[in-house]
T-cell receptor, first 111, second 118 residues
Framework: GQQLNQSPQSMFIQEGEDVSMNCTSS?????WLWYKQDPGEGPVLLIA?????ELTSNGRLTAQFGITRKDSFLNISASIPSDVGIYFC???????????FGTGTRLKVLA | GAVVSQHPSWVICKSGTSVKIECRSL??????MFWYRQFPKQSLMLMAT?????????EQGVEKDKFLINHASLTLSTLTVTSAHPEDSSFYIC??????????????FGPGTRLLVL
């Protein structure tokens, strides 16, 4: 099935550092969602974006809906060990309830 | 709010048997639920869209007779893996669509069900 390009694929960072990841699509989306998945668990919704240019925060997490509507960004500030996991973006076009998921960014935090 | 449960959380079965997985939205009604399959270190792959009161819509390449979906109520969808074989072993995750204001809907996931077919 179709997947969105998400980068980086994985990253190792030091505790306290900021993290940035992005997701790009060849299609225009009306909604972008960002999820975090821990091993053996289902994805947990972090942030939902509904409008081009929208910037939304959830604690240390900030996500933006790209102006072109074909990309989205997630930033994590001052990372902590519990930020470890896989982050997925998901986008939805108009006229459908289905989301297309990104390939995931695997984050590892070194204490 | 917006809690989705799945049962069982893990199941081991013999090849040839059928396995049923339940997905429930606990504190909201979901006219639409989704079933995903996830292989190790890979992203989620949509298998089918489950619509309350109507037939499920399957993604290309997913056998509808193999993966039976029933969405009998606004809070429950079930996935039955029929005549399971070892290649059906995987992590199955459901999600429920939660509608908000017009155009502001989202999707909440269950905790997943790990299936191992021997």
């Amino acid at each position: 099935g179709q997947q969105l390009n998400q980068s980086p694929q994985s990253m190792f960072i030091q505790e306290g550092e900021d993290v940035s990841m992005n997701c790009t699509s060849s299609s225009i989306f009306n909604t972008w969602l960002w999820y975090k998945q821990d091993p053996g668990e289902g994805p947990v919704l972090l942030i939902a974006l509904y409008k081009a240019g929208e910037l939304t925060s959830n604690g240390r997490l900030t996500a933006q809906f790209g102006i072109t509507r074909k990309d989205s960004f997630l930033n994590i500030s001052a990372s902590i060990p519990s930020d470890v996991g896989i982050y997925f973006c998901a986008g939805r076009s108009s006229g459908t309830y289905k989301y297309i998921f990104g390939t995931g960014t695997r984050l590892k935090v070194l204490a | 709010g917006a809690v989705v449960s799945q049962h069982p959380s893990w199941v081991i079965c013999k090849s040839g048997t059928s396995v049923k997985i339940e997905c429930r939205s606990l504190d909201f009604q979901a006219t639409t639920m989704f079933w995903y399959r996830q292989f190790p270190k890979q992203s989620l792959m949509l298998m089918a869209t489950s619509n309350e009161g109507s037939k499920a819509t399957y993604e290309q390449g997913v056998e509808k007779d193999k993966f039976l979906i029933n969405h009998a109520s606004l809070t429950l969808s079930t996935l039955t893996v029929t005549s399971a074989h070892p290649e059906d072993s995987s992590f199955y995750i459901c999600s429920a669509r939660a509608g908000g204001l017009a155009g502001r809907e989202t999707q909440y996931f269950g905790p997943g069900t790990r299936l191992l077919v021997l």
